[in-house]
């Protein structure tokens, strides 16, 4: 039981971590939420930690713990409709990314007559 509830936590931070990766580059997805992931990657390779890297293990665990952190917070930070939308693209629930975007508040439709 304890080999399957690991097994499971791995393939739902991988699956986190997808999702993340995916929001990044999502264009709608806020850059004052995207901030939070080069801050997390700056924190790698910052010579002050939390744990030195020279202990063996305990050191690279603190950078894992905040990278991870990381994403978690930035997938809680991103705007809740598009990470649904995402979701819904990665099980299949949706045919593809290509559909056109649904309409956001400043858009204005309309028809149009050229007059001579």
């Known amino acids: 039981m304890g080999m399957f509830l690991r097994l499971r936590t791995l393939f ?3 699956s986190s971590l997808r999702l993340a990766w995916r929001l990044f580059w999502d264009r709608r ?3 004052s939420t995207k901030l939070m992931v080069p801050l997390a990657v700056l924190y790698g390779f910052f010579p002050l930690d ?4 020279f202990l063996p293990a305990l050191g690279q665990i603190d950078d894992l713990t905040v990278a991870v952190a990381a994403a978690l917070l930035f997938l809680r930070l ?3 409709e598009l990470v649904q939308e995402h979701k819904d ?4 629930r949706v045919k593809s990314g290509k559909e056109a ?3 956001r508040g400043d858009v204005l439709e309309g028809e149009y007559k050229v007059m001579d």
């Open 101 to 103: 975007p649904r309409p």
């Open 29 to 31: 997805v806020p850059a």
């Open 89 to 92: 693209l990665m099980a299949g």
């Open 50 to 53: 939390l744990l030195p890297d």
């Open 12 to 14: 739902a931070l991988r």
């Open 78 to 80: 991103c705007p809740k």
